[in-house]
């Protein structure tokens, strides 16, 4: 599994675009790039999923360039509900039957939105 | 999006009981759901992953005669801590991975997660 490193904190306010970059320089050919969102005592959320290029849902763009070392997810105009812990992830998705495409959560960024 | 159930959400227990947790996938079949831990400040620690119909695979570090699995049908999976000690007070999440082409992008759905306190 690939090893990701993002910032541990960052801060905005509402209405601002927020960027989450995160370095994943031993990304492997067959894996993908996923982003959860957790809020205190509350599991993860998923928020967005990509392999290259860009990846856009309601929620959040993903920015991956083509060597696919990093990631940028992109929250547009963010509100105070936004303030949470944000795990990027990657992992390689092979199936042998009972295989288990194990999740590692890293330390995540905290963001924080002030009024 | 699809919907992992966890219950209950909060349990206190005393010391060298047994407490069952609950994992469902509500809206989809699960062929594979996960266990993690999450102390106060710290990122999730998966314990074990669990498949339908077979031994559950534990962590290293993870003792797995405390800490057991079942994952009996493919929307249920429970996590029994056994003899619970107040150092096993922790948040205790589940995730469920969807069978089909989610599976194939190992997008995971988590439970609320149950918080578990051992007096």
């Known amino acids: 599994l690939a090893k990701t490193t993002q910032p541990i904190s960052m801060d905005s306010y509402e209405g601002q675009e927020v960027n989450i970059t995160c370095s994943h320089n031993n990304i492997a050919t067959n894996d993908y790039i996923t982003w959860y969102q957790q809020f205190p005592s509350q599991g993860p959320r998923f928020i967005i999923q990509g392999y290259k290029t860009k990846v856009t849902n309601e929620v959040a763009s993903l920015f991956i360039p083509a060597d696919r070392k990093s990631s940028t997810l992109s929250l547009p105009r963010v509100s105070l509900s936004d303030t949470a812990v944000y795990y990027c992830l990657v992992g390689d998705y092979k199936y042998y039957g009972g295989s288990q495409g194990n999740l590692i959560f890293g330390k995540g960024t905290k963001l924080s939105v002030k009024p | 999006g699809a919907v992992v159930s966890q219950h209950p959400s909060w349990v206190i227990c005393k010391s060298g009981t047994s407490v069952k947790i609950e994992c469902r996938s509500l809206?989809?079949?699960?062929?594979?759901m996960f266990w993690y831990r999450q102390f106060p400040k710290q990122s999730l620690m998966l314990m074990a992953t669990s498949n339908e119909g077979s031994k559950a695979t534990y962590e290293q570090g993870v003792e797995k005669d405390k800490f057991l699995i079942n994952h009996a049908s493919l929307t249920l999976s429970t996590l029994t801590v056994t003899s619970a000690h107040p150092e096993d007070s922790s948040f205790y999440i589940c995730?469920?991975?969807?069978?089909?082409?989610?599976?194939?992008?190992?997008?995971?759905?988590f439970g609320a997660g149950t918080r578990l306190s051992v007096l």
């Open positions: 995730s469920a991975r969807e069978q089909g082409w989610a599976r194939a992008k190992n997008i995971q759905y």
């Open positions: 809206d989809f079949q699960a062929t594979t």
